[in-house]
Every structure is written in C-alpha cells, then in structure tokens.
C-alpha cells in the first residue's frame, strides 16, 4: 500500500493519508501523491464528493515530515515561480466538488491547514488542532492565516495563530473550526453517510453552490447576490433541473447525471 489511497464508490472518493507510524506527516514523497490524488478529484468526471481522513487512531496528518524534508537550495522566487515548484500539500487542492475532512486525531500545522482548505470539517472526540508554526520561528504557509479568521472568528483565530497552542475536539466545535464530534468509530461512516448524502443531490448544482459560497465570501452583498442569479440562471435549463421536478411530480428519486 501507498502513503495516499484513493478509492472510489457511488460517487464519493475516499482519500486515505497512510502513513500511521509517522503520525500521517507528509514526506516528498506522500506530497506528490496528494497532489495526484487532488488533481483526480477534479477530473475524473465518476467522483462528485470526496472524504479525507487518516490511516490509524492518533492522526490525521501533522504536517510536513521534518525529519524527511530538508531544506531546499532553490531560491523563494524559484520555489514559486520556477519550472517544478516547490508546493504546499494544497497548492493544486481547487476544485468545485465538495471536500470533507474526517479528521481522527492531531490536525497539525499542514495537517490543519488540509482540514481548512476542505468545505466540512467533522472529527473524532480525540482530535488536536493546533498551528504551531510560531514556535519553532516560522509562520504558517499553506493558507492557515488567510482561512482561520474567516472561519472561526478573528480573536479565536488569533489565538491559536499566535500562541501556536493546541486547542481540543469541544473547543474546536464551540467555536466553529468543526460541525461535529463524534467516538472514533463512527466518524468514518458519518463522513461517508454526509457525502453520500450530497452525492444524492444534482452534481452541478452542488458545485455551483460551493463556487458561490467560496467567491461570495469575498464580495460586498450585492455582487454576490446578483452573482448568484447568474449561477441560477445558467442551471435553470439544466437536464438535471427538469429531471429533478419530474421526479418530484412522480415520486421518485431522481437520476442526475451532471448536465
């Protein structure tokens, strides 16, 4: 077995961190399986939701494996803009099909910030997040700072970023960083039954929604509610649309086929 599995089943794609011995850290080798596994999310036409989680009962990931990542000679412009950039474990992690995160246990600098970059988050009542970063003299680099303001508040936000502490399973669902705690046991199968849950619903319309949600976050008001007509308007004559209110009107679950 791989450090990245991926399976796939009635739609909803399982992405399994495996590394458990390393607590899930990510090595080169492991950040360039992510990256595959994010770029087949997005263009295997046979997954409309995807699950994250981690092999184990310690974590889900704790970042970077610093033990195997060593510091690179390329310049920060090189990093960036050269021809193999160096990239974060998210750096191609777009895509308009929703993203969950089951996070069973640590959720650690990267690995919080994998977490953060998914749409829902739940996790099990052992988890621990923390973004650690200022406390070995750095800062977190794969959108940390940018998404956990956003998300949970900027004084709650500001207080993990800055004090790099690590904050619990209750704590993290009181102040919104998760939807759900649940026993190690059933978050797997909760994470599975919620995307299995939206796999059900029209895979366009789904999509539209999160690409709303995520662009209108950074809109005033009244852009983002005329933006979201629009996006009404392109899905008004959808097959799935018609296919929806035929089943409505007969009873029956409907078949949407993503056009």
């Not at 008004?236 to 929806?244: C, I, K, L, Q, V």
Request: net charge neutral.
């Amino acid at each position: 077995m791989g450090s990245v599995e991926i399976t796939v089943e009635d739609h909803v794609a399982t992405v399994l961190l495996n590394r458990p011995e390393a607590m899930n850290a990510v090595d080169p080798e492991m950040r360039g399986l992510l990256h595959q596994a994010w770029d087949r999310i997005r263009q295997d036409d046979d997954i409309w939701v995807a699950v994250v989680t981690g092999a184990g009962e310690r974590a889900f990931c704790t970042g970077s494996d610093l033990k195997k990542t060593l510091p690179t000679a390329e310049t920060a412009a090189q990093q960036l803009f050269g021809s193999s950039p160096t990239s974060s474990l998210i750096a191609n992690l777009h895509t308009d099909k929703p993203m969950i995160a089951a996070i069973n246990g640590y959720a650690m600098g990267g690995g919080l910030e994998l977490a953060l970059a998914c749409d829902i988050r739940i996790c099990s009542d052992n988890a621990q997040f923390a973004l650690p970063e200022v406390k070995v003299g750095s800062m977190p680099g794969a959108g940390g700072t940018a998404r956990l303001p956003r998300y949970i508040g900027r004084s709650d936000a500001m207080l993990m970023l800055l004090t790099g502490s690590r904050t619990d399973a209750a704590e993290a669902h009181r102040i919104g960083l998760v939807s759900k705690v649940l026993q190690q046991a059933a978050l797997l199968p909760e994470a599975l039954a919620i995307a299995r849950a939206i796999a059900a619903n029209a895979p366009l319309s789904v999509r539209a929604v999160k690409r709303m949600v995520r662009q209108g976050e950074d809109m005033p008001l009244g852009h983002a509610i005329d933006t979201e007509r629009a996006l009404f308007g392109l899905l008004y004559n959808s097959e799935d649309r018609t296919e929806g209110r035929k089943a409505f009107a007969e009873r029956r679950k409907p078949q949407f086929k993503g056009r």
